[in-house]
């Protein structure tokens, strides 16, 4: 088999959190075009299904699962609606996280700060323990967590809501534990680690604070925030066998932002 053979996902079915905008949906149209068939969860359906039609005409086989994976209880809810798909999963993408608030830690409530947390780490272990029970018997699987620079390398300056550093630097630490503890059972467990990315809801963010913008764009060597699809080849890399060696690792997709 030659090296690019090796990236290839036909035949494979991926679930991807948050499938249907911003990354999860750039990494959905990469991981469709090496060939995987795709079932994307979210919690609008309208979005959900203007993603399945682009994606199908891509020749894939796409479904879409309504569900709000923010609390445990409905992260379930939406693995039991993947489950009943009656499809084996080969690659769980958990790519559903956010901010979402920026307050001070002096100010943060802890009932706040719990919701987040669950949002950002919670849905993550709750998604592994629903749909990797195949991937274990199969002996044969990839989990791919999509943590954030701010996950262990950084603090980002001038912004609050300390909940999403910690809740993504315990998302790499369970990425290194549940790779060590499945690699005996043939599952991978890897991370990404965006940087600043320039997805809709950034643009529109972004476009409310443009000094923000302008401060964080000085602290990226290669002077710009990425394009989603820029992120797309990363996911293929760790779903396929081209990262069959791979397991515990994070790559990081930032620009260089973590290395000044
Ligand atoms: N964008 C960046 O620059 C950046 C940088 C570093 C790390 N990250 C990480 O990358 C991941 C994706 O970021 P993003 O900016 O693309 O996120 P996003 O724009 O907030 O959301 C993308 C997707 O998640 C779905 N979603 C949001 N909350 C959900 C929930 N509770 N249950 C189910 N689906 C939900 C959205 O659909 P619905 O709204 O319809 O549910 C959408 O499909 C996150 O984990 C984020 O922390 C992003």
């Avoid at 680690?193 to 809801?201: K, N, R, S």
């Avoid at 964080?216 to 779903?239: C, H, K, N, Q, W």
Wanted: proline share 4%; net charge neutral; aromatic share 6%.
């Amino acid at each position: 088999m030659g090296v690019l053979d090796r990236f290839r996902l036909d035949g494979r079915t991926v679930v991807i959190t948050g499938g249907s905008r911003g990354l999860g949906r750039a990494m959905a149209q990469g991981l469709a075009e090496a060939g995987a068939d795709l079932v994307l969860v979210g919690r609008e359906g309208e979005a959900l299904e203007a993603a399945r039609q682009e994606l199908v005409a891509l020749g894939r086989w796409v479904a879409v699962v309504p569900g709000d994976v923010s609390t445990p209880s409905g992260a379930e809810a939406a693995c039991r609606q993947v489950l009943a798909l009656n499809r084996p999963v080969d690659v769980l993408v958990n790519n559903v996280g956010g901010r979402r608030v920026d307050l001070p830690t002096e100010q943060m409530p802890v009932e706040q700060w719990q919701q987040l947390v669950d949002l950002n780490l919670t849905s993550a272990l709750v998604c592994c323990q629903q749909l990797c029970k195949g991937m274990l018997d199969r002996r044969r699987g990839s989990v791919i967590n999509v943590t954030s620079i701010a996950g262990a390398w950084v603090s980002i300056p001038k912004i609050g809501g300390r909940h999403y550093e910690t809740a993504k630097a315990a998302l790499t630490g369970l990425t290194r534990a549940m790779a060590a503890d499945w690699a005996p059972l043939g599952v991978r467990a890897n991370a990404i680690a965006p940087g600043g990315f320039l997805t809709d809801a950034n643009r529109r963010w972004f476009g409310e604070k443009p000094e923000f913008q302008t401060s964080f764009e000085s602290r990226i060597p290669m002077g710009r925030l990425g394009e989603p699809d820029e992120l797309a080849a990363t996911a293929v890399y760790l779903a396929s066998d081209a990262s069959s060696y791979v397991t515990g690792a994070t790559v990081i997709v930032d620009g260089g932002y973590t290395l000044w």
